[in-house]
């Protein structure tokens, strides 16, 4: 009988509640994809117009360390990217997608870099990574930071993978700054304990903490933080060796050389095999 005069009370209560959590739901993801596009228009306005004309360098620097703080999906770093090019810039990437329409952020700026950065093979811009020292009265985050630039670009022209660039940063960090690095380490262990940093997250290499960059950084720098941080990285990224005495690994791509007693610190594939031939002075033979 309850059936042919239709649902109770209780059946009206509970088909309101759904109906209530479903719409609660459905305004909670209109609102997610609202925010989120707002964010990423905010995002889109903050990247530098770039032509072809401008200085390309600087611009690659600040569009890379953008493009790597959006926790945003590729399509949407990529359109984002696209927004900020014009005339020739904007050509080179249109091409780059008739070839292949899904490609990747780091494609169209390697495409870029090919294009408009300054002419220097892989082997060139790994020297300049390994000669980069900390010099007198420069700070530690400053260092660093300006080792990132040489290393992101070593990384863009080959010379470095990207499963190497933590165990290569550290090894040059401790190589270019040695008494920072020493007087930090034992600070460190006092400010951080084991395993509290996750892999694949990035953090400042001014104060060390986590989710911004250094160049939007207003705290105090924090060098044992960030020794620290890297160190732990280093670690986690399972090619943890002692670095000291040892040379950064070297550069993708490179053949092993014949030759075995290269300096410790110079890349395989930059010095070859002797020259030597044998010759006669005044009757007596020796290499030359």
């Known amino acids: 009988m309850s059936g042919l005069l239709g649902p109770g009370p209780a059946a009206s209560r509970s088909g309101a509640a759904a109906s209530a959590n479903d719409w609660a739901k459905a305004l909670g993801q209109i609102l997610e994809k609202v925010v989120l596009s707002q964010a990423m228009l905010n995002s889109c306005r903050e990247l530098r117009l770039f032509a072809g004309a401008e200085e390309f360098e600087p611009w690659l620097e600040h569009t890379t360390e953008m493009l790597q703080e959006w926790a945003v999906p590729d399509a949407e770093k990529r359109r984002c990217l696209i927004e900020s090019l014009s005339g020739p810039a904007l050509d080179v990437i249109r091409t780059l997608k008739l070839i292949d329409p899904g490609v990747s952020v780091k494609d169209c700026l390697e495409a870029l870099d090919h294009t408009f950065g300054s002419v220097e093979g892989p082997e060139d811009s790994y020297c300049k990574f390994l000669n980069s020292r900390q010099q007198i009265g420069e700070k530690i985050s400053a260092y660093i930071q300006r080792l990132e630039r040489l290393l992101q670009r070593a990384v863009m022209r080959g010379a470095v993978t990207a ?126």
Request: hydrophobic content about 30%; proline content about 9%.
């Open 163 to 288: 499963e190497q660039m933590d165990r290569t940063r550290l090894a040059q960090i401790v190589r270019g700054a040695p008494l920072t690095v020493a007087m930090e380490k034992s600070a460190f262990r006092a400010t951080i304990p084991p395993g509290r940093r996750g892999k694949g997250q990035f953090f400042c290499y001014r104060c060390g903490q986590d989710g911004h960059s250094a160049a939007k950084c207003h705290n105090e720098e924090n060098p044992s933080l960030v020794y620290g941080k890297l160190r732990i990285s280093w670690e986690r990224s399972g090619s943890c060796q002692r670095v000291r005495g040892r040379g950064p690994p070297r550069p993708a791509g490179v053949e092993d050389s014949p030759r075995n007693d290269r300096p410790a610190g110079i890349p395989t594939g930059l010095i070859g095999p002797r020259a030597e031939v044998m010759v006669k002075i005044e009757g007596a033979e020796c290499k030359a």
